[in-house]
């Protein structure tokens, strides 16, 4: 397996171990899981969801659909992802976020697959299910993978914050799979994107604990745990046990940290703890995905 193939399946397992490692402990706070596990870094199942050990939740399910849309539309096209994503909801899903119910209730019911620009849209959700978007337009330009970006977002969430940070986390993927180092990432991509946007400022004394669904709050516990430990472990270990929305930093932390680390960094206790059908599923697709950005790169070469 190539560098970059094995930093694209890493990275999608990341995001499933990220987001099973973490549904154990949301909604609590940093110190109700101090109270309860010490340390928690099993993949214990339980939470609030009842789940079992190493099952995930809408995370890393909605961006499963999402890739799986991409795979068999041949690109990035709102109408097949709307769809793909209403097929995913009538199978209820163990979870799903506000914004994600009412951006597909509209879509059913008007057909347009895209919502209004809205300032309750700047929840996490279009943040976390980035990935196969960020795999299927590896090669093409900051510009033309910024536009996917949002025609993903779109689809449910429309708001410039929302927006920025996707975009951001997309282009940080990219780069970590293309082999850019930890100083690389914050230098080029996570200080940029807090000089655009303050609300994003990570870099503070303060240790964001709790971060609920808002983006702002979600980006800020993943950039201090990512940013502030050297091991895939080490960064989910940090972000989780800061609770809140837990699953979704875990997830955002995960696909990241896997792409910067590598499948080798993957500890084995969580990867074989991990459902099955969900490790097969994300690490074909992952493969496949990159195989589709550098056909359109070649294409594009
Ligand atoms: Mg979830
Ligand atoms: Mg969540």
Partial sequence: MSDLADRAVAAYLGLAIGDALGATVEFM??????????????MVGGGWLKLKPGQ?????TMALALGQAILSSG????????????????????D???TVRRGLLAFRATGVPAVPLSEHDAGNGAAMRVLPVALATLGQG?????EACRIQAHVTHHHPLSDAATECLALMVQAAVQGADLAQL???YAYPLAGGYPAFVFRTRQRRDSPGGYIVETVQAVFQALFDTDSFRTCLVDVVNRGGDADTTGAIAGMLAGALYGTAALPDAWLKALDPAIRTACSEQAMQLIEMGCVEQRAVG
């Fill in 75 to 94: 690109g990035i096209h709102a109408q097949a992802i709307a769809e793909a994503f209403d097929g995913w909801m009538r199978a209820k899903p163990v």
């Fill in 56 to 60: 995930v939740t809408d995370d890393t």
């Fill in 142 to 146: 900051e510009a033309a993978v910024r």
């Fill in 96 to 98: 799903i976020g506000n």
């Fill in 186 to 188: 914050l230098h080029r």
């Fill in 29 to 42: 706070s940093a110190r109700e899981i101090e109270h309860e596990y010490g340390v928690h870094e099993r």
